[in-house]
């Protein structure tokens, strides 16, 4: 049960209805989850953030800025830094086999 009433949660459940894992349950996409976790501020939902953009590819990074852009362009900076963080943490993003 998700019990927050923000403005982008009915495009994340919809989203989630076409992004599903192998056992064939809906997935939040990598954006949204990354803008609830820093929605939500707690320290180690900044560190999994960093660990998640650190391995992302520029498409996925692209989604995430792009969903900031709309719903939190306030946080674009503090976005950025944390894709920074994440990037010299884990190194450059590999390609997928």
Same mark, same amino acid.
């Not at 403005?7 to 076409?18: C, H, I």
């Given at each position: ?44 939902? %900044? ?6 953009? +650190?391995?992302? +590819? ?20 503090? %976005?950025?830094? %944390?894709?920074?963080? +994440? ?11």
């Amino acid at each position: 049960m998700v019990e927050m009433a923000e403005p982008w949660l009915p495009g994340a459940f919809e989203e989630a209805q076409q992004n599903r894992d192998c056992q064939g349950l809906p997935v939040l996409p990598l954006a949204y989850l990354v803008l609830m976790k820093f929605q939500a501020g707690r320290v180690y939902d %900044l560190v999994d953030i960093t660990r998640m953009l +650190g391995q992302a +590819g520029e498409r996925a990074l692209d989604d995430v800025r792009q969903l900031f852009a709309r719903y939190s362009p306030e946080e674009q900076e503090d %976005l950025d830094s %944390l894709i920074q963080l +994440g990037r010299m943490k884990m190194g450059p993003p590999q390609p997928l086999r």
